[in-house]
């Protein structure tokens, strides 16, 4: 590894506009420079899926010099905003942006970090399996195109994503996470004249999530409601109100009990709000939906790949610490198809902020952890 070349890298990668959406200027520079380094480059269709103005995601394939299944390293391409214009500012130990912009380390340090391992490899001539490498698309909002990857492209089922911050931190367990969206239909009424004759999907709603378990749910789970809207005017019953919140767990299982606890809770509300009006039974309807956003994570501790981790850290005089996180990331797709993929830290800090910067000792040894675990790695 060659570190000031690592680092020139870096500051090219960063002064390319590449926010979500508008990623086709670094779409195109990583195709070129994976081509450059003798690399099978393919794209696949996935920008057609949603507004973006790159093709796909990119596939580049190195051929390994000893008989393995391929390995598996992944970065995105987009940053979040303000990322137009960045201008780095490299310090004693550390890289920053001018303060005007983000610095886009997030994941450009995990882009240069690849292209680094890659193109020591080519030079140094050692050993090593075949390298599969997936740079995708939109992560930043939504992980839009690790959800539209072409995953027949790979043969590889394991390896690392390159999108954490502190490089003495794996993270191998990340939460599914249900998008909750929710319809109350109450029965609307003069709230002046007739307000009995009403039904008000406010307090149908209001009656639910006051009964809800919400917050830290325990260890793994919590769950949030976080935007509600209705009502057309104050002398009006409420007749419709729309809600939408989450649920998130490390644990599957954990999840379904949570959503289906607060599901439990506007059923509850439904019965509570049925009434006779003018003869006749009325009750409010509620339809709830949940959409899994995407799924967990779960790399056992135990895992060859995290051992190799710790012991390749270890060499560079790091402490690995294996730990969970509450967000997630292309890993939580990728895990939805078969992939185990543990996601490392690169040395950056304060992500999605102005004031993010790069800690270049911290780069610099998670471009030699890669490289080692890459080196020795045969399946």
């Known amino acids: 590894m060659k570190a000031p070349r690592l680092l020139n890298t870096f500051l090219e990668l960063v002064e390319i506009n590449s926010e979500s959406f508008h990623e086709k200027e670094i779409h195109r520079f990583l195709m070129q420079r994976l081509q450059e380094m003798g690399c099978r480059v393919v794209t ?203 649920a998130r767990s490390l644990s599957n299982a954990k999840l379904a009990k949570q959503t289906a606890h607060m599901k439990a809770c506007f059923d509850e509300a439904v019965k509570h709000y049925t009434k006779t009006i003018d003869g006749k039974i009325c009750k409010p309807s509620v339809k709830f939906m949940p959409v899994l956003r995407y799924p967990a994570v779960n790399v056992p501790k135990n895992h060859p790949l995290i051992k190799q981790l710790i012991s390749c850290a270890k060499k560079e005089g790091i402490v690995m610490r294996a730990c969970a996180s509450g967000g997630g990331c292309d890993a939580n797709v990728l895990s939805g198809y078969g992939f185990t993929l543990p996601n490392l830290g690169v040395g950056v800090r304060n992500c999605h902020t102005k004031q993010e910067y790069l800690l270049l000792k911290e780069f610099f040894a998670a471009c030699n952890v890669v490289l080692d675990v890459v080196r020795n790695y045969k399946k």
């Open 44 to 246: 696949d269709n996935a920008g057609s899926h949603y507004q973006t103005d790159a093709p796909g995601n990119i596939f580049g394939f190195l051929k390994g010099t000893v008989k393995s299944k391929p390995i598996l390293l992944c970065a995105h391409m987009d940053t979040v905003t303000p990322g137009q214009g960045v201008k780095p500012v490299v310090k004693k130990d550390r890289v920053t942006s001018d303060g005007t912009t983000i610095l886009g380390a997030d994941d450009k340090a995990g882009l240069a970090i690849i292209l680094e391992v890659l193109q020591t490899l080519k030079e140094e001539k050692k050993p090593h399996p075949p390298i599969e490498v997936l740079f995708t698309l939109t992560e930043e909002n939504g992980m839009c195109g690790a959800k539209r990857a072409d995953y027949k492209q790979l043969k590889s089922r394991e390896g690392l994503i390159l999108d954490n911050e502190e490089g003495a931190e794996v993270l191998i367990q990340g939460p599914a996470v249900n998008t909750i969206e929710i319809w109350v239909k109450g029965l609307a009424s003069h709230a002046g004249v007739y307000p009995e004759k009403g039904i008000s999907a406010v307090e149908v709603a209001a009656y639910a999530i006051s009964r809800m378990k919400l917050g830290r749910i325990d260890k793994d789970t919590v769950a949030n409601m976080a935007i509600i809207q209705g009502g057309k005017a104050t002398n009006i019953v409420t007749d419709e109100v729309y809600i939408k919140g989450e």
